[in-house]
């Protein structure tokens, strides 16, 4: 057991790195598309971060729908106590928790992952401080050893059980895994492919879409491009570097006069 002035060190550092932090960070904007939490109340952001661990669960056991882009207005912000993903969130964690504590003799790695998964995710969960992002699932690797542990802990009690019909399972499942791997690799094959794949896996970004007009500019697909940077603008009116591109291209389809007004609303 930890004394309690060992305890007390601990936290002093971490309160330490909270106003290191804090002076490190002062005055840097970051832009509202990327960290949408950063203009939304206390209350809304502990409601959305709820509501996105609960995603984060969900994407680790079931892997379909994954998306490079979660930022503004992909995932809106939650400020009800009423949302699902919230209501879920108060139902997962405390039984999670119960769970853990109840068989922390018989299977001690239940509360092993319960406790290291807070630990690894409460930094970068929104909930301690607003961070970088509403949601990144690069964000999870770390955290998701400790899910791996659990299912790890299901699977062998599952071929315990089942015995040859137990490894059948586990090896479709491991194969079906793979398979949603590979294939999610392909996303990063050039930026085109990348950039399409973005919007539409967050088709309510406004950063994806104006990622995916700067690749149709960039290819020479002016009219597709502009339907993308008017979408991205549609999703988030206040999206400077949108309406900067937007300029661009109506100055590259020989309209000046339009740009200039354009470039204009980018200024304001």
Known sequence: RLPIRALGVYAAVTLG???????????????PETLPLAEATTLTRLLTAAHIQVKYLTLQVLPFGLSSDYSYNQIPFVTTFFDLGFLAFCVVVPSSVWLAWKFRHAQPVL?????GYVVLFAPASNFLLPIGTIMGERLAYAPSMFICMVLGLGASRMIDYLK???????GILLVACGALAMG???TWADLDIFATTQVQNAPNSAKANYGAGRARHRSGDLDAAAALYEKALKIKPDYAD????????????GNPDLAAQLYLKAIS
Not at 242 to 253: I, P
């Open 164 to 170: 040859q019909p137990g490894m059948v399972v586990y």
């Open 242 to 253: 949108a309406w900067n591109n937007l300029g661009v291209l109506r100055r590259d389809q």
């Open 111 to 115: 509360l092993l992952s319960v406790v």
């Open 17 to 31: 790195w909270y106003v290191i932090r804090s002076i490190a960070i002062a005055g840097i904007v970051t832009p």
């Open 184 to 186: 999610r690799n392909a």
